[in-house]
């Protein structure tokens, strides 16, 4: 995969979620240019270009970032801050997945300046949904994909 | 408290009159039997035998047998007064009118200052009068036998000089019975007064060390109440970590082993066997109840930490948007609702939907198996509190496990006759309490139930 052209970036610490949530995309037709990262400080990393990541270019800012709250070493809403708070990356919308039904990170988050907050359900029927509406968000800021992936939809049922 | 210390003090000087007669009548005694020798001394001079034992005698019966039959009664002290009176005149009789026995009424009048009773100066003085008067006139009469004085000038100007200056003595002497009396009671008051004012001090003393006390373990409630109230907020907080990494870590793994068999599910549909068909199945439905049993009981604990919001609220308007959702909802058929008038209540409108959500779905679920369901909602008034109602003609219950149906997680039907948490109704008790309403309810096995809640105005 490309580091430089990413579509999409999940932040999630547990791999069997992770997982759950690209196959759910990808069932949805959004597997475009997915990456996935296992915790908030390598997400950090990767969006501004140090560590592990340092080759890559910075200016090249992920279009979506579907962030978990609960993760080791630097939570989710630490991420979220961080991201807001510089001028070159604030703009990047994020939605947060999470686990957590507690008013008080739903409050936070948009206090930070979440785009979408997504409690994750149990039921797969519903998690899906979820994710399908986290879909037509990113066909929404990525109008040029739209068509492409509706004809595909389109194949895909027939 | 006056009349307590009165009667404290009228007590005392009884108690210091008793001890002033009881010293007296022991010291008097010895003066009697001393004035009854006395006579039998002089009766030797002139051999006066028979008038010292009978005069004697007499004085000593009548003395001692009025104080053994009066013994309440000061009235001996007065035969006492008399009785010196008396053997004066014994004396000077049996001294055959020697002058000076008439000094032994002064000795006498001298004697009854102990008792501190001028009164008894009086039998005294007129024994001694009427003695002189008629003892006097006999004499001079020339009657035989009779010896007042041996004085040759014994005029009736002598006389009365005598018989004043004995006045006199009696009074000075009853005076200083008198004064000594007064000066007693003042005494005995003061020293009452004194014993009051130590008594009060020391009352007042110990009501100040009471009082510092109380201060002192208001002190330490305080202190504890504050240490409390900061234990308490701990394991608050604890709680609520606790809470949250229960919806985190136990929600995810739910969700994974869902999603995953849901995977299977869709990707070997047509590969897999019948029996493993519904055994996914079933693992799904397990994982999704134990979510929703999750969900439940953090919501069940948040709300024991959230905080009500009372306003009027209008019930009717609540009562009709549940049912609309319920119907707008995937529940099956809503049957018949029967909305009777809904009196407003002062609660808390987000809390309450929910009380009504509940016990709504609760009688759509238990009343569905029913031919023809009925529901019916409304209010009574009870007791002046607005009691709200909702009755079904479902599945009902047994009285006999009343005590389970208010309690987390205890339900009365089987999962898989009727779906559930058995949080619902805990979370209405809840709710209800934390209004400082009541909730209760009455059923009978497939004659449905009615559940009752009742808010204060």
């Not at chain 2, 009118?97 to 200052?113: R, V």
């Not at chain 2, 001028?118 to 008629?134: K, S, T």
């Not at chain 2, 209540?345 to 679920?365: F, G, H």
Request: aromatic fraction near 10%.
């Amino acid at each position: 995969m490309d580091k430089d052209q990413v579509d999409i970036l999940l932040v999630e610490d547990n791999p069997y979620e992770a997982r759950l949530t690209l196959m759910s995309l990808e069932e949805q037709n959004i597997s475009s240019n997915i990456h996935h990262v296992d915790d908030g400080a390598e997400a950090l990393d990767f969006i501004f270009a140090k560590g592990n990541y340092a080759d890559r270019n910075p200016e090249n800012t992920p279009r979506m970032i579907l962030l978990d709250l609960n993760m080791p070493k630097i939570g989710g809403l630490e991420v979220l801050r961080r991201i807001k708070a510089d001028e070159r990356t604030k703009s990047i919308p994020i939605v947060i997945l999470s686990s957590s039904r507690e008013d008080s990170d739903l409050v936070t988050s948009y206090m930070l300046g979440v785009n979408s907050y997504v409690v994750k359900p149990v039921e797969f029927d519903t998690f899906t949904k979820a994710i399908s509406d986290i879909g037509s968000y990113w066909m929404m800021l990525n109008e040029s994909t739209v068509l492409f992936l509706l004809a595909k939809s389109k194949m895909h049922k027939a | 408290m006056i009349i307590r210390s009165s009667t404290i003090k009228n007590a005392g000087v009884q108690d210091f009159s008793a001890d002033v007669k009881r010293k007296s009548d022991y010291t008097i005694n010895f003066f009697l039997i001393g004035f009854f020798l006395c006579g039998m001394i002089l009766a030797t001079f002139y051999d006066t035998w028979l008038v010292a034992v009978a005069v004697g005698g007499i004085c000593l019966a009548a003395y001692y047998s009025t104080k053994l039959l009066l013994p309440t009664s000061d009235l001996y002290q007065y035969v006492l007064g008399a009785v010196f009176g008396v053997f004066m005149a014994q004396y000077i009789y049996q001294m055959h009118g020697l002058f000076e026995m008439h000094f032994i009424a002064f000795i006498g009048s001298a004697m009854l200052i102990t008792y501190q009773n001028w009164r008894l100066q009086l039998p005294l003085a007129i024994v001694v009068i009427v003695h002189h008067a008629l003892f006097a006139w006999l004499q001079y009469s020339g009657v035989e036998r009779i010896y007042f004085t041996q004085l040759e000038y014994m005029s009736l100007q002598t006389f009365v000089i005598h018989a004043f200056l004995a006045c006199v003595i009696f009074f000075i002497c009853g005076l200083w019975a008198y004064q000594f009396r007064a000066f007693s009671r003042r005494h005995i008051e003061q020293s009452y007064e004194i014993g009051r004012l130590q008594e009060e001090e020391r009352k007042k003393e110990q009501l100040m060390r009471a009082e510092a006390e109380i201060r002192e373990l208001n002190e330490s409630l305080e202190t504890k109440v504050r240490d409390r109230t900061a234990q308490l907020e701990t394991v608050n907080k604890e709680l609520e970590a606790f809470s949250y990494s229960v919806a985190h870590d136990l929600r995810a793994p739910l969700r994974v082993i869902n999603g995953f068999s849901r995977m299977v599910l869709k990707m070997e549909e047509n590969k897999i066997s019948k029996v493993s068909f519904e055994n996914l199945h079933i693992i799904m439905k397990n994982a999704a109840q134990m979510g929703r049993l999750i969900d439940d009981l953090l919501d069940f604990s948040r709300l024991g930490r959230a905080a009500i919001e009372v306003k009027q609220v209008d019930m009717a308007d609540i009562v009709q948007s549940v049912i609309k959702d319920l119907q707008n909802g995937e529940q099956l058929t809503i049957p018949e609702i029967r909305i009777n008038e809904l009196a407003d209540a002062k609660c808390d409108p987000i809390l309450m939907r929910q009380v009504w959500a509940n016990l709504i779905s609760n009688a759509v679920k238990y009343s569905r198996k029913k031919d023809s369901p009925l529901i019916e909602i409304g209010t009574s008034r009870r007791n002046g509190m607005n009691t709200y109602y909702v009755k079904d003609n479902g599945a009902g219950f047994n009285m006999e496990f009343y005590d389970k149906l208010f309690a987390v997680f205890q339900r009365l039907h089987k999962v898989t006759e009727y779906e559930g948490t058995g949080v619902g109704l805990a979370l209405v008790q809840r709710i209800i309490t934390k209004h400082h309403g009541k909730v209760w309810a009455d059923g009978e096995i497939d004659k449905g139930a009615t559940f009752y809640f009742s808010l204060p105005n």
